[in-house]
């Protein structure tokens, strides 16, 4: 079974550009999430994704962050313009049952590096 | 709300034990530990449910009391492999019908040989 994809691995931009992270999650997950951890401090929520629709967005910083899941397979998160805060690992992770009883998969993150 | 992992740090020698707490201020619904190794993807580690749950696998084993809404993880005997961060992730019944985890800052640790 293939796990969580996520690309790109690292992704140096410029404050002002724009930015666009994807996820390919284990097929047949419903739930999708997003996550980011900024040097040293928690996993920070952003959003929850059931199927296509979004579930929680209460995590989101503001209206520079855009994320889709569009079909309920793969999803976007956008970033623009970007922000030297925005600088952090952007992990996805997914899991088959609410609350994931079934633990979730991590994806190996988005390291994202705003100059 | 986030919870609050205890200790932030610990080094140990091979064949030491270690315990790392995560306390929550909410009710739960059940609790997660991850651990991730630098540049990889957290890990799956297990998950508590309510009711004083406890569970475990080879050297590594976790209590969940749902009264304290704490839990901790145990490791015993050590292997250079335990190395890592470890996460716990708390699922809080105040979150509605959204279930989604909220994750301590980790406790970070190495085992020396």
């Known amino acids: 079974e293939a796990g969580v994809t996520q690309f790109p691995s690292h992704s140096v931009i410029e404050k002002g550009q724009t930015v666009t992270l994807r996820c390919d999650p284990i097929?047949?997950?419903?739930?999708l999430y997003w996550y980011r951890r900024v040097m040293g401090k928690e996993i920070k929520f952003l959003l929850h994704?059931?199927?296509?629709?979004?579930?929680?967005e209460s995590g989101m910083p503001n209206n520079r962050f855009l994320a889709e899941r569009t079909g309920g397979t793969y999803s976007t998160l956008k970033v623009q313009p970007a922000e030297l805060e925005d600088s952090g690992v952007y992990f996805c992770?997914?899991?088959?049952?609410?609350?994931?009883?079934?633990?979730?998969?991590f994806g190996s993150g988005t390291r994202l590096t705003v100059v | 709300q986030q919870p609050v992992q205890s200790p932030q740090a610990v080094i140990l020698r091979e064949g030491e034990d270690a315990v790392i707490n995560c306390s929550s201020s909410?009710?739960?619904?059940?609790v997660h530990w991850y651990r991730q190794k630098h540049g990889e993807a957290p890990v799956f580690l297990m998950i508590?449910?309510?009711?004083?749950e406890q569970k475990g696998h080879d050297k590594i084993s976790a209590s969940f009391n749902e009264k304290k809404q704490q839990s901790s993880l145990y490791l015993t005997a050590s292997q250079l492999s335990y190395s890592g961060t470890y996460f716990c992730?708390?699922?809080?019944?105040?979150?509605?019908?959204?279930?989604?985890?909220?994750f301590g800052s980790g406790t970070q640790l190495t085992v020396l040989p």
């Open positions: 992730g708390t699922d809080q019944i105040s979150s509605g019908s959204a279930r989604q985890l909220t």
């Open positions: 508590l449910l309510k009711g004083g």
């Open positions: 909410k009710a739960l619904y059940s």
């Open positions: 994704f059931v199927k296509e629709s979004k579930q929680d």
């Open positions: 097929s047949g997950h419903d739930n």
């Open positions: 992770a997914s899991s088959q049952h609410r609350g994931g009883m079934d633990g979730y998969t």
